[in-house]
């Protein structure tokens, strides 16, 4: 029986949650049974709100193209579907002839297909529901990780990368560099950025993620110790850091905002630290915080993220074809020393709202670094390594004069 | 006579500063009468601790990637030669029989150039100096503008495209972006972000140069101005903005911190700004600050710069050989409608200290935005057109339902 479909992306936009709806899309291309190809606008909103766009209507180079676009082109929300909501999805989606319904999102987003799939069954109404895995935080469960996650990762190793190096460089003048990366309630971005460490000496150095209670004390005396050694130190925080209270760790005079799931609006620690380095160590320290930049950066997207975000797109689509319902898609990671993930699914009630923490075994025991174990998960997930940089010998030649500075 | 060469780094490391090194070096090498080739550690100062690496002993193929490598390879440094160094600076280089020091820098480091000139005239030592121009800030007089800007300037239309991507997609949570970009005393760095304006609607919106005074409440009504329109605004700021009273805008706790050039630490107008449209217009916003990320992304860097960094390198070595002293190296750029820069020099003492300010015509009227003249200007130095990314027309399917929402 030809039915439509509809599409939608929603939480926050990654550099390749568009190559997932590409997946879906060129997926749903190749059946016959499928007639609309419908795009919500801002996800869960498009539907309530009955603003689908017709897909089949775009240029196919477009279409094609999303596979190297940032962000989220149909447009995303952060809604927490009501009660009062309930009639309306269904109304929208039979008056349509909706037969699947595919949404790409987090947790949150993974909640909200798993409601419309259990209103569909209530109501005796034929509808595949499909969750797309997406989210830079890489907290889903079961999956051995999700799509977008390889890709901010990549940014943060080379973003810390390249700041071990300009450290290095100015080290006279930028002592401290303290980098904060995003992440709410996991450290999995915070981490990633320690794939960009080519030495000890570069750096990073340290890295706080928020599945440790953060002590100030310790903080300083950690930074102490790699002064002591190389004169520069670079610290890569997580926004979401908590103290031994569980408390946020933020400028006290900041607003607290919360959006509609109930978070607060993060951020803030760079600066904090920053001022605690300054004023307990009387060192100079400077704050990079790359923000939402890291999360939609084309220019560092991983190879392998973009092409597993296709995939997993594909299979969704195929998988709702084939009849299942209420799953979301995983990634399952083949044992064996070459990387390599296969796909399969799960059932959307045991990822919906859960948050998957870094292990302890990918944390160090100082709780100041990651472990080996960390790397071993997560390089094969950037794409391979990174650029190539020079690194000089600088023999010195025989010095012919006394000492000086 | 075969004489030594020293060649060094000196201020904020860049992208591309490490391609003018290999441009001096290998140009260095094809000179029969060049018999040592030494890189100074940390600038200036590497002359005065005597520390210099005999660079001949580097692997040709670490010299040859000095070209795709960012930071400052010999290590850089933010130091005012004081009186008391004179003689030391003359000791070292005649002990060391240096009859060529070719100094890369902005304009504090081109008044130490000039200064080391002038030591060696009145000692009556042959001492060929010639500056390198580098710096992100392309505030440097007399030239074109510098090698390094026109990478900071393809970082930061990058990130503004993609930051303008993400916020049309999430609008409804991240409704007002503000990036913070580098610049002390000009607005070139900020002024790029526009080169990321795919159309009006997408954005980036509102620039703000410290050329003019930032008053409070005109931005307010710009932000306003362009919410009312679209529901959604992404302003650039410089980390430099001065309020009419000509005092630098930041957080007021914040302490101010001088480096050695008597220069104040910057940083802060994001995170204030972000408080100010919060408090007086409550509207959720949210900063980006990719701070010394931007100067150091090889990953965005322009092809011309590149290639321009290598070329000021390679002629300020020739320039040296053929007996010019006291001068910079400078790009010009020649009439006509195909972008394309000859080098030439000028004499060290018209640049150094000197500050290019952004021109009145690269503004727009209202002091919210870059004129056209600025793009004509800066477009050709980010080396070529920026990625294209997919836009979906979205032709909405005709409703059937009542409104919703």
């Not at 689908?52 to 927490?80: D, F, Q, V």
Request: one cysteine or more.
């Amino acid at each position: 029986m030809a039915r439509n479909i509809v599409v939608a992306q929603s939480g926050g936009p990654t550099a390749v949650i568009n190559s997932s709806i590409c997946g879906i899309v060129m997926e749903g291309m190749r059946h016959e049974n499928i007639v609309g190809i419908y795009g919500a606008i801002n996800g869960i909103l498009g539907v309530l709100r009955e603003e689908l766009a017709n897909l089949r209507e775009e240029e196919p180079a477009s279409i094609w193209n999303l596979r190297r676009t940032p962000s989220a082109a149909l447009g995303s929300c952060r809604y927490k579907l009501q009660e009062r909501d309930f009639k309306r999805v269904m109304d929208v989606l039979r008056i349509h002839d909706v037969g699947y319904f595919l949404y790409a999102g987090g947790n949150d987003s993974m909640d909200t297909a798993h409601r419309v799939a259990e209103l569909a069954a209530q109501a005796n109404y034929d509808l595949k529901v499909i969750g797309v895995p997406k989210t830079v935080d890489n907290d889903l469960e079961i999956t051995d990780h999700c799509p977008g996650y390889g890709s901010v990762a990549r940014f943060n190793a080379i973003a810390a990368r390249d700041s071990c190096l300009d450290t290095e460089a100015i080290y006279t003048t930028d002592t401290v560099k303290i980098i904060e990366t995003m992440g709410r309630d996991t450290g999995w971005i915070t981490a990633s950025a320690a794939l960009g460490r080519q030495d000890d000496e570069l750096g990073p150095h340290l890295i706080y993620l928020p599945e440790r209670p953060f002590i100030v004390e310790k903080f300083l005396e950690d930074v102490s110790s790699v002064y002591k050694r190389l004169e520069r130190v670079v610290v890569c925080v997580c926004e979401g850091l908590r103290d031994e209270n569980g408390e946020l760790l933020k400028a006290s005079r900041k607003a607290v905002d919360v959006d509609k799931f109930g978070h607060e609006q993060l951020g803030g620690v760079g600066d904090l630290l920053v001022n605690v380095v300054s004023e307990k160590l009387g060192i100079k320290a400077r704050f990079d915080k790359p923000g939402t930049i890291q999360r939609v950066s084309m220019q560092c997207a991983s190879s392998v993220d973009l092409e597993e975000a296709y995939r997993v797109g594909q299979v969704a689509m195929r998988k709702a074809i084939d009849g299942e319902t209420d799953k979301m898609v995983t990634l399952v990671r083949a044992p064996g020393p070459t990387y390599k993930c296969e796909v399969s699914t799960v059932e959307l009630e045991k990822v919906a709202l859960k948050t998957k923490k870094v292990p302890d075994a990918f944390i160090n025991d100082k709780s100041n670094f990651v472990s080996e174990e960390f790397f071993e998960y997560a390089a094969p997930l950037i794409g391979g390594t990174l650029p190539e940089y020079a690194r000089l010998r600088k023999n010195l030649l025989q010095k012919k004069l006394a000492n000086y500075l």
